[in-house]
């Protein structure tokens, strides 16, 4: 049981919008940033959004986050079917002093 | 360019001890926060550990306190993760990760190393 709250799966067409959405509490979401990674198969996570909704270099603009209250969401435009992959987000939380996980959404590209 | 490198894992017996390293490069190691997070296999990300930059401060999830110690060799550029009293539940692939600290984030992960316990 994960702390975070995500829908385990999401699909779209290409060229379809996509949003993917977290739910925390007061002690995550609601008093720290979230950030987003993408897992593709086989290969180790990678930050896509961090601080609510900065982009690091190299992450496409088709990816953005945002934040309200306690949940957050990550939207991805221009669906590609290299998107296929598994999106986890992430908050700090002040309880436990260290990072709590969403599940996990898994984004099929039909 | 950032490179975090994970070498140590395989199989182990329940209530066996392992250690995990973790070689870094391409980064100045003493400035970073460093953290471990792993991954049960078919499942999520989880958190482990993480330890300041000069391995003054550490932190543990709660299901690895007490079992488990993170440290942190600056003049070699490298990050261990000391497991024991190892549980079938402890079987994960273990990601090294670089642990931006403001705003929070991480920004670098290893390749990970699988960590089986069965017996």
């Known amino acids: 049981q994960s702390v975070l709250t995500q829908p385990p799966s999401a699909s779209g067409t290409p060229g379809q919008r996509v949003t993917i959405s977290c739910s925390g509490s007061s002690s995550n979401i609601g008093s720290k940033t979230v950030n987003w990674y993408q897992q593709l198969p086989g290969t180790a996570p990678k930050v896509l959004i961090y601080?609510?909704?900065q982009r690091p270099s190299g992450v496409p603009d088709r990816f953005s986050g945002s934040k309200s209250g306690t949940s957050a969401s990550l939207a991805i435009s221009g669906l590609q079917s290299e998107d296929e992959a598994d999106y986890y987000c992430?908050?700090?939380?002040?309880?436990?002093?260290?990072?709590?996980f969403g599940g996990g959404t898994k984004l099929t590209v039909l | 360019e950032v490179q975090l490198v994970e070498s140590g894992g395989g199989l182990v017996q329940p209530g066996g001890s392992l250690r995990l390293s973790c070689a870094a490069s391409?980064?100045?190691?003493?400035?970073?926060?460093m953290s471990w997070v792993r991954q049960a296999p078919g499942k999520g990300l989880e958190w482990v550990a993480n330890i300041k930059e000069d391995g003054s401060e550490k932190t543990y999830v709660d299901p690895v306190k007490g079992r488990f110690t993170i440290s942190k060799d600056n003049a070699e550029n490298s990050l261990y993760l000391q497991m024991n009293s190892l549980r079938a539940e402890d079987t994960a692939v273990y990601y090294c990760a670089r642990l931006r600290r403001s705003p929070w984030y991480f920004d670098s992960w290893g390749q990970g190393t699988l960590v089986t316990v069965s017996s």
């Open positions: 992430a908050a700090w939380d002040n309880s436990l002093n260290g990072a709590v």
């Open positions: 601080s609510n909704n």
């Open positions: 391409g980064f100045t190691f003493s400035d970073y926060w």
